[in-house]
């Protein structure tokens, strides 16, 4: 019986996360309310309350389920079959194709409430930033390592520089409503632009 309590309060936190980021996906996160999180999941408010007690928790829920999303695309993309420098221009490729699945990631990214809003949810998004950053340059690192990038490049300044590319990419796509350019067609822009620069000089 507990196992089954269990379960069902997993389903119902699935629920309630998931409708979350449709209401962000379409309305944005101003308009995700305790209220309207309720009503989109057909639960009354004080349920509601039992699996999170506020906003602030759905969204750190909300980044939670991002993050775990993001490491399970990471690890079945076959990584290990191939060279350092093809790793990174496959992640990136990836994770813009990841934003364009799920368009409201960059909502949240570039919301209000992460700006200035609950300090819990804004340190929650740093590390899923920080835990992407230590990734990509950890590749860039193994690239190095390999010969395939040059010494005198700085794996986490270049990481930084590649994410801010990703992230600029996914502003420009959620101000023109992801209508007027497919978001993971502009990878290789991203890959000639940055990569390219790094590989070293003959």
Request: hydrophobic share 45%.
């Amino acid at each position: 019986m507990l196992a089954k309590k269990r379960q069902s309060a997993e389903i119902r936190r699935h629920d309630i996360i998931e409708a979350a980021m449709e209401i962000i996906r379409h309305e944005g996160v101003s308009k995700l309310t305790t209220r309207s999180l309720a009503k989109a999941v057909g639960i009354a408010q004080p349920t509601l309350f039992l699996h999170f007690g506020n906003k602030s928790h759905v969204l750190v829920a909300l980044v939670d389920a991002i993050q775990e999303r993001l490491q399970r695309e990471m690890s079945g993309l076959g990584l290990e079959r191939h060279m350092p420098l093809e790793r990174l221009k496959i992640v990136i490729r990836a994770h813009l194709d990841f934003i364009q699945n799920q368009p409201g990631i960059p909502r949240l990214l570039f919301s209000e409430e992460l700006q200035s809003g609950d300090p819990e949810f804004r340190e929650r998004m740093d590390q899923l930033v920080m835990f992407f950053l230590k990734f990509i340059a950890g590749l860039i690192s193994a690239a190095q390592d390999a010969g395939e990038i040059r010494a005198d490049i700085i794996p986490q300044q270049a990481a930084c520089l590649l994410i801010a590319a990703v992230q600029g990419l996914a502003l420009r796509w959620v101000l023109t409503s992801g209508e007027r350019f497919e978001l993971s067609e502009q990878s290789d822009i991203v890959i000639t632009t940055l990569l390219e620069g790094w590989t070293p000089r003959e």
